[in-house]
């Protein structure tokens, strides 16, 4: 059983910074990459970072030079460092687990940022 946990949401003021953490167990398969996507009330689910298990990285625009992404091979485990943080960057996190060996991803619950004052 293939199990996504996402930590480190938390409430934080504009300007702070904040530490993301996504660990998948029960894995049997390669991964091929794994991402961090999120999402506000009322507005579509969208991509902030991603990392193969190769090393490429990918952020968006709207987030670069604020957070970055990294991973711990040896646990299955990706973060997302957020610094700056904008009321804006309110919204659900969620961590995606995307298989390189067959047509699978899997989804975490996601974590829970509101910056605000």
Not at 102 to 108: I, K, R
Request: proline share 3%; aromatic share 10%.
């Amino acid at each position: 059983q293939v199990h996504i946990v996402e930590s480190g949401g938390d409430v934080v003021q504009p300007g702070g910074s904040l530490r993301l953490s996504c660990g998948a167990s029960g894995i049997t398969f390669n991964i091929h990459s794994m991402a961090w996507f999120r999402q506000a009330p009322g507005k579509q689910r969208e991509l902030v970072a991603s990392i193969t298990m190769g090393g490429s990285t990918n952020i968006a625009d709207f987030v670069k030079g604020r957070f970055t992404i990294s991973r711990d091979d040896a646990k299955n485990t990706v973060h997302l460092q957020m610094s700056s943080l904008k009321p804006e960057d309110t919204a659900v996190y969620y961590c995606k687990v995307q298989s390189g060996s067959y047509p699978f991803e899997f989804w975490g619950q996601g974590t829970q940022v509101t910056v605000s004052s």
